[in-house]
């Protein structure tokens, strides 16, 4: 065997246990293996769970508080104004540096599965040029998976659908989408429509930063909904944060509810 790590405690069994792992996979899970290994650890009666997932970062803008400036209001859109700030100053170098302090830090505490959205609302997409060579360099311990996502709108900044398909092209493994941040409900519904379909087209999942307000008239998800059983995608799209559901008045949301779970 390649490892053994003696005496864990796992969730759902009486006692401790003994983990063998060979090529990079559980071999066997005994009470006690006879047997020896190029490296023994001893968990000393310690817990050992599955890896941990973090399913959503935002890895380009990790360790910037404060740059260019504080956050006063403490508000998400005065936190997505200071970022459009401080995204003009990134370097690829400046990306890549602080990102792999925090994986670094995940990783230490077991995380090994990652998702980070990655702003793409840069002409010269830096942020994701920079973490595609991330992704690679940090394959051997963490699966890092990254979302090309139109932080200022799809529709609302300049070419952002160009640059929403050139992120796929380049290697972007999840498509991303802010309806709630456009500027109209018009946009808003495109701005859905359009990264499901691409995650069709480009059979990607798609991940959309959704309703994520306090407005009971923020109703996007409703959209992501229909589209994503129109386009049959059921099971590959998430819709993150979704503030806005908790302003909703009750019967609209029985009814919102009934379509997500078809969704």
């Known amino acids: 065997m390649d490892l053994i790590v003696r005496h864990a405690a796992i969730p759902g ?3 401790l246990c003994d983990i063998a792992v060979q090529d990079g996979r559980i071999a066997a899970i005994e009470p006690h293996l006879p047997q020896r290994a190029a490296r023994e650890l001893d968990a000393e009666g310690n817990l050992v769970t599955p890896a941990l997932v973090e399913t959503h970062i935002h890895l380009d803008a990790a360790l ?4 260019p400036r504080h956050n006063r209001s403490g508000s998400l859109f005065e936190g997505i104004e ?6 003009r100053t990134l370097t690829a170098e400046d990306v890549r540096t602080r990102a792999l302090a925090a994986l670094r830090w995940m990783l230490a505490h077991g995380v090994t599965r990652v998702r980070t959205h990655v702003d793409i609302c840069d002409p010269q997409l830096t942020a994701l ?3 595609l060579e991330v992704r690679e360099e940090v394959a051997d311990r963490i699966t890092l998976q990254l979302v090309a996502f139109p932080q200022q709108g799809i529709y609302s900044f300049p070419d952002g659908e160009r640059l929403l398909v050139q992120a796929l092209e380049m290697g972007a ?3 991303g989408g802010i309806p709630h941040y456009e500027w109209t409900r018009e946009y808003g519904e495109r701005d859905v429509k ?3 379909r691409l995650a069709a087209e480009y059979d990607r999942p798609a ?3 959704c309703d994520e307000t306090d407005d009971d008239q923020s109703r996007f998800l409703e959209v992501v909904a229909a589209e994503t059983i129109r386009l049959g995608l059921q099971g590959r799209v998430t819709a993150s944060h979704t503030t806005a559901m908790h302003s909703y008045h009750h019967a609209y949301a029985y009814r919102l509810i009934r379509w997500l779970r078809r969704a």
Do not use: K, N, Y
Not at 64 to 67: A, D, K, S
Not at 82 to 87: D, K, L, P, Q
């Open 173 to 175: 493994d999840v498509v």
């Open 207 to 209: 991940d959309l930063h």
């Open 13 to 15: 069994r009486e006692g």
């Open 82 to 87: 200071i970022w459009a700030e401080r995204v």
């Open 194 to 196: 359009t990264a499901l």
């Open 64 to 67: 910037t508080v404060g740059q």
């Open 129 to 131: 040029r920079a973490l």
